[in-house]
């Protein structure tokens, strides 16, 4: 008996860029989410600013709203990009256009990767629009380079891309797509640091919180706020991140199945 | 001519089921045929088996002389799912121009294509807006678009108004004549007669491949319909038998 191998992921520029064009034709085409993929990150954050406006600092501290703020600008994207993709991609499951893809030159990590370009751009937009507001409007004080928090919020939107792409695997209705946003995120949203700094935390609440990568991203931006210069440790925590993202892809590749009952 | 198809005991299982059972067939190149079969009879399998997606338990399926579904092939073969496969949240030229790019054509193929499906005036509609027809034929353009060697469609004439219908056949025929292999399936019996080969599918086992002419010839029946309807009797009592 001789059956085709699935084929090696092998990687084409070419038809990575158009399936990166598609996907985002299919964002332009609807307005309302292009809408609350600009503003709604600007918007949330200026609730937070408000929550904590009137609320004085601890003196010789970073106000709360400059802490919170700016670890905002990572989770943001994180959770916006997870929620389009896993969606995007189940729709490309349910509609049959995802077995078409598959009979077709293109190869998986194209199809991934094309995911991932395309939704990147998007949120290197919202980051863009975000980090202008918050430094603009509501006077965020970032010690470092705003655009080290650019870098860092669409390094985490790539994170929630790659995340959103394998849970998509998981799910067979939107129904349990749009539930694994609690699953995925909650839990690394509490682990992050933000609430509880990590060294306060139980040692093996520590131990989880060590192998989630959105500590790593949050870690990042509080590196950023502490310092002028980019530090070695930024750098680390921002390498964690793109590895956690490869990984992440690299999983989902195996989960593209090209033979299915 | 070395056939454009061959399968040698393809067997399938979908669970505890068994879809296809021992199928053993070949397809010539440059003909219309006809795959037809009640539904559920495991058209679809076969169709999907065809274009490499599908898990098989065993037995040989090559496709112009190759491993179904092997990376090769995938330039050369087209597929149209039974249910339209296009992005609804697209126009059907940007979903023309999606496929082409993914064939390695440009807006010129793309563009004729979808003239080629009739829609050009709906070209620059979203998928999402088009009646089922419509749909079904934008799904059929993004195959047409990459030109391919062998066309393999699950039921593209389904709801389409009879003038379409017979618009879209005399393609299928232009296309064969220019040396594309079609594998058409439909559960259809006055598709049947347009066919140049026939292959009958009924409980995942073949119960004819023969041409229409043939099939009334050996049953005796004018009408493709009846003669099916023969072929199951005779098959029936051969079983009892």
Known sequence: ?261 | MDPAVRVTDLVVDRGPRRVLDKLTFAVAPGQVTGLLGPSGSGKTTLLRALVGVQKVRSGEVTVLGLAAGSPPLRARVGYVTQSPSVYADLSVRENARYFAALYGRGAHEADAAVAAVGLSDAASRLVTGLSGGQKARASLACALVGDPDLLVLDEPTVGLDPVLRVELWDRFHALADSGTTLIVSSHVMDEAARCDRLLLLRDGALLADSTPAELRADTGADDLEEAFLQLIRTRGQEVAA
């Open chain 1, 1 to 261: 008996m001789t059956l085709a191998r699935s084929a090696p992921t092998h990687l084409s520029p070419r038809l990575t860029a158009a399936t990166a064009r598609r996907v985002l034709r299919q964002v332009a085409h609807d307005h309302r989410t292009v809408a609350m993929m600009l503003v709604l990150p600007s918007g949330l954050l200026g609730l937070l600013y408000l929550l904590w406006k009137d609320v004085p600092a601890v003196p010789g501290q970073p106000g709360i709203f400059d802490h919170v703020g700016l670890t905002m600008l990572g989770i943001f994207p994180f959770v916006v990009m997870f929620l389009v993709t896993s969606i995007a991609m189940l729709r490309e499951r349910t509609s049959g256009t995802l077995e078409r893809l598959l009979t077709t030159p293109l190869g998986r990590l194209d199809l991934l990767l094309g995911y991932g370009a395309a939704f990147g751009l998007a949120a290197t937009l919202q980051a863009v629009v975000t980090v202008t507001i918050a430094t603009t409007v509501y006077g965020l004080d970032v010690t470092g380079s705003i655009w080290l928090v650019v870098l860092i919020a669409v390094v985490d939107a790539a994170l929630g891309v790659a995340l959103g792409l394998l849970a998509s695997a998981f799910a067979r209705t939107e129904f349990q797509a749009v539930q694994f946003m609690p699953v995925i995120v909650l839990p690394q949203f509490f682990l992050c640091g933000l609430l509880v700094p990590v060294d306060q935390m139980a040692g093996w609440l520590q131990a989880i919180s060590h192998v989630l990568p959105l500590t790593y991203a949050v870690d990042a931006l509080q590196e950023v706020g502490a310092h002028t210069t980019a530090t070695g440790r930024m750098w680390i925590d921002v390498a964690v991140v793109a590895g956690a993202t490869l990984l992440a892809l690299a999983l989902a590749a195996a989960t593209l199945r090209r033979r299915t009952d």
